[in-house]
């Protein structure tokens, strides 16, 4: 008589090169969201309608598709509930609808540098609360990346203080936080497709109780807008703002969390605004500046000092 012993799964190995390339492709994919959703509100809709309905189809899209091609990925246990939960209330719903809030009442660049401080939030939740000490090159490699991205958001035009705008951006910044943080530990045990699925799901649930489907102007998705050196319709760019900004994104940026630490991870991410620059500057004609490109390569060299330590916070 023989005695089977248990088959074990082989351990995951995290690769610090494949992780470095899904966020820097999430960056890519994440960037594009600002030109697509600035061509779409020029059409008349609203920044909120944009981001319900971004979530929503994107939601819609996720679940159709993995029900249908791979459903035992999104299987999650009674105990996975809340960080899934957590997940689309702050890393879906809240970054978006807490960005576009603090843009409304502050300069778009006060509200994208509040919103870009978070990776300042998970080294210190790193450091204070899981008490895991980081090497003074990560610290250096954040300070640069934040002075980088103050150039680069040109922080210094137009300035005006507006409580609820700043409370907002700094909301937005927890939350961005909390998608890295919580993603980083559900990715542990959750499939990154499973999880961006419901969490997609969840935040779609959550941001339609400010902007209800009922509420959006689809006769305007038939309107041609201006996007560079094309005119096409709004379907378009929210079909592109649905599957490549956002699901595309998100599941990159999701399975990158499988191989480098979040502190690493929102860091790189960091190179997303200096795309978007880039971007709304050859598509949408916006002004590029020398600050911005001095703060580019600030910002780029910050990020690629703290990716140079993933070894060592992943240890």
Known sequence: MTTELPVLAPPRVAHRGRGTTLVLLAALFFSTSGTLGKSAMSAGFSPEQVAAMRIGLAGTVLLAGVALVAPRKLRVRRAELPVLAGYGLLGVAGVQLLYFVAAGRIPVGIAILLEFISPVLIALWVRFVRRHRLPRSVWGGIALAMVGLSLV???????????????????????????????????????????????????????????????????????????????????????????????????????????????????????????????AWALIGEELTWPQLLGSAILLAGAYLVQRKSAILTS
């Open 153 to 279: 958001a040109q922080v210094w035009q137009g300035v005006t203080l507006n409580g609820l705008g700043l409370l907002a951006g700094l909301g937005a910044a927890l939350c961005s936080a909390g998608y890295f943080l919580l993603g980083e530990r559900a990715v542990a045990d959750i499939d990154p497709l499973g999880l961006v699925t419901w969490g997609m799901v969840i935040g779609a649930v959550l941001i339609s109780l400010v902007a209800p489907p009922w509420t959006w102007p689809v006769g305007l998705l038939s309107v041609d807008v201006e996007f560079g050196a094309w005119h096409p319709p709004v379907w378009l760019l929210m079909v592109l703002l649905v599957l490549v900004a956002t699901v595309l994104a998100y599941v990159c940026g999701i399975s990158s969390l499988r191989h480098l630490p979040a502190s690493v991870a929102s860091v790189l991410g960091l190179v997303e605004p200096v795309i978007t620059t880039v971007a």
